[in-house]
């Protein structure tokens, strides 16, 4: 059974930094890319960032660009996003998504860690 | 970025209803598009992939339909674990981007 187990959210001040970790199980996590996805409270769904199964590919969006680097471990069957210069505005439950095995889209899906940004 | 626009954003219907929601690419993604169903509190779970490939499990009452910038989501026959919110994304290109969602509730 695929099983994605994120940890690391928590409250943090505007400006701080935190690291995001997924730990992953019931599958050869090296043979898949990843991704971050993320859900404001109340909205929807905001693609975060990619990786590809062995590194060499990364992509983020816009709005984290320059703040977040995502990063995997698969010695470790692990995924992480390391967040630095937090804003209100990335306040939101995170999820981490593996991606399909041929495809760009989301086949399974973590249950989400929250990252609170406030004073 | 790809932009996808849902429609309609939230909708109500009774169980039994046959249940449809659009989502349009502002360009041609192929059949790069995957739908999701949400329910509240809990991670989405991938229903539909390739725009009509039913994913394992999924039941077949669900189905998709599609190709370039307009797409469908179609619950033939809706049930009471069915309403939730439903959301499309496309993978043709980076930045992967959803539609906004569309809440399905009862009437």
């Known amino acids: 059974e695929v099983q994605l187990v994120e940890s690391g959210g928590g409250l943090v001040q505007p400006g701080g930094s935190l690291r995001l970790s997924c730990a992953a199980s019931?599958?050869?996590?090296?043979?898949?890319?990843m991704n971050w996805v993320r859900q404001a409270p109340g909205k929807g769904l905001e693609w975060v960032s990619y990786?590809?199964?062995?590194?060499?590919?990364?992509y983020y969006a816009d709005s984290v660009k320059g703040r977040f680097t995502i990063s995997r471990d698969n010695a470790k069957n692990s995924l992480y996003l390391q967040m630095n210069s937090l804003r209100a505005e990335d306040t939101a439950v995170y999820y981490c998504a593996r991606g399909s095995y041929y495809g760009g889209y989301v086949d399974y899906w973590g249950q989400g860690t929250l990252v609170t940004v406030s004073s | 970025a790809i932009q996808l626009t849902q429609s309609p954003s939230s909708l109500s219907a009774s169980v039994g209803d046959r249940v449809t929601i659009t989502c349009r690419a502002s360009?041609?993604?192929?059949?790069?598009l995957a739908w999701y169903q949400q329910k509240p509190g809990k991670a989405p779970k991938l229903l539909i992939y390739d725009a009509s490939s039913l994913e394992s499990g999924v039941p077949s009452r669900f189905s998709g339909s599609g190709f370039g910038t307009d797409f469908t989501l179609t619950i033939s026959s809706l049930q009471p674990e069915d309403f939730a919110t439903y959301y499309c994304?496309?993978?043709?290109?980076?930045?992967?981007?959803f539609g906004g969602g569309t809440k399905v509730e009862i009437k």
């Open positions: 994304q496309q993978f043709n290109s980076y930045p992967l981007t």
């Open positions: 360009q041609g993604i192929s059949s790069a």
């Open positions: 019931g599958f050869t996590f090296s043979s898949y890319s």
């Open positions: 990786i590809s199964s062995s590194s060499s590919t990364i």
